[in-house]
């Protein structure tokens, strides 16, 4: 057996499980921000609000003639 290459291939195994970890924190942080922003909004009266949550794209812009 070739100690230096069992070696290499455990710190690699090792490097690609940290990152796993890295990646899958940062996904738990934004599920986390997104909920507590659906919390807040669900608990809002504020009737403008949530319409614009639920379709942000209305009222954006507004067509003139003149």
Request: charged fraction near 10%; aromatic fraction near 2%.
């Amino acid at each position: 057996m070739d100690i230096a290459f069992i070696s290499m291939a455990l710190s690699q195994s090792q490097v690609q499980q940290q990152a796993s970890m890295s990646v899958m924190k940062l996904a738990m942080g934004i599920t986390e921000q997104q909920g507590e922003a659906i919390q807040k909004l669900i608990s809002t009266t504020d009737v403008t609000a949530i319409q614009h949550a639920a379709q942000p794209h209305l009222g954006g812009n507004i067509d003139l003639k003149i």
